[in-house]
């Protein structure tokens, strides 16, 4: 079975809530939480004006059950709470009341609102708007995780064999200082533990292995894998070291016999996001790998992105996603 099929049958062991808010303006969206109802992956709840979410649907012959719950952007019961949190959330800003009210008026805003509030377990967009909106949704809302420094990223990366690897981060922090770093491999960490079920092995990817070349960006790998170590004790982890010493046994016993990964490495963390946005589609491209992503990491509760180009199946995938990282 394919690691995304294994992924959306845990997630209809859940039985979770996903928020899709841009069924308004996406028949893709529509179509993604009539099969997640009908599939039983997850409970969608749309976001978004009832008669235009169903005039939009008719245009496209596609019936909307009765079953699946269409939320307006405002309900006037919760006008002055939502205003309030939001004041709030951008109170160091001084906001004007405007600026408060574009926020309580957006269905991505609206969505992570009510993933804070418990009203649901994942928000998955992105069909429609940029990602760095939906990442500035997310930041505003639910807010990065208590034990993380930044939001990242992953490519869960399916090898023809059958393996799985995750790379990080491929999608948003382009220089990660070495705490950003460390934190983005940790969050990497367990991405890969909740979504695959293996136990990770850490490599801290560099042109240097264990010295073999200084430079600045070098020391930013060495200490971000060192600040990591310290966070982190139990799982297996180790930097600096270039990808063949992460991942050819052979050569891990020649460059870095002390390497506890040993070669065998499932989680890469690439230094910045030119390697990693690279790498990941060189991976999809000459090597054949199915990339499954990007994966929002690092927020306290999961919100994922979509590609403006995604299909209903991705749609349905990062729904499925986001429940399984729902159980953390
Ligand atoms: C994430 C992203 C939107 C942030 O952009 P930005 O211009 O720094 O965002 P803002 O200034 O609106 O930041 C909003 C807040 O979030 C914080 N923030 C920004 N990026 C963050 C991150 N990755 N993690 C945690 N907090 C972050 C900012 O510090 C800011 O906080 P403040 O308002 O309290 O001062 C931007 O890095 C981005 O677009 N990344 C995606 C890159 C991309 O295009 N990838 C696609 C393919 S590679």
Redesign the pocket.
């Known amino acids: 079975m394919s690691i995304i099929s294994t992924i959306r049958s845990k997630a209809r062991e859940l039985g979770k809530r996903v928020i899709l808010p841009e069924a308004e303006r996406d028949i893709r969206v529509i179509r993604a939480a009539n099969i997640l109802e009908e599939n039983g992956i997850a409970t969608p709840i749309l976001i978004g004006d009832k008669q235009n979410i169903h005039e939009l649907a008719k245009e496209h012959n596609v019936v909307i059950p009765d079953e699946i719950t269409i939320l307006p952007v405002n309900v006037p019961e919760f006008k002055q709470e939502k205003y309030s949190f939001f004041e709030a959330q951008l109170a ?2 001084n906001p004007t009341a405007d600026q408060i009210n574009s926020l309580c008026n957006d269905p991505l805003y609206t969505a992570g609102w009510l993933l804070e509030k418990g009203k649901a377990d994942a928000v998955v967009a992105g069909s429609v708007a940029s ?2 909106d939906v ?2 949704g997310a ?2 809302t639910v807010g ?1 995780a208590k034990d993380s420094s ?3 990223s992953t490519f869960l990366m399916e090898m023809p064999d059958g393996r799985v690897f995750t790379y990080a981060d ?5 220089y990660p200082t070495p705490v950003q770093l460390a934190s983005i491999a940790l969050d990497s960490g367990k991405t890969h533990q909740l979504l695959t079920g293996d136990e990770p092995s850490i490599a801290f990817l560099s042109f240097s292995t264990k010295g073999s070349a200084s430079h600045e960006r070098v020391d930013i790998v060495k200490e971000a894998y060192k600040t990591a170590r310290k966070q982190n004790s139990s799982w297996k982890m180790d930097g600096e070291l270039q990808f063949d010493a992460a991942f050819v046994p052979k050569v891990a016993n020649r460059k870095a016999p002390d390497s506890p990964l040993e070669g065998n490495a499932n989680v890469f963390i690439f230094p910045n ?1 030119d390697a990693g ?1 690279i790498a990941y589609k060189i991976t999809e491209r000459l090597a054949g790998a199915v990339a499954t992503g990007p994966i929002l990491q ?1 927020l306290e509760k999961p919100y994922l992105d979509l590609s403006r180009g995604c299909s209903v199946e991705d749609i349905i995938n990062a729904a499925s996603v986001g429940v399984v990282l729902s159980t953390t």
Not at 170 to 174: A, D, E, R, S
């Open positions: 160091h800003k990602t760095a990442i500035r930041l505003r990065v930044i939001v990242s491929c999608g948003v922090v382009p996001l946005n690092g």
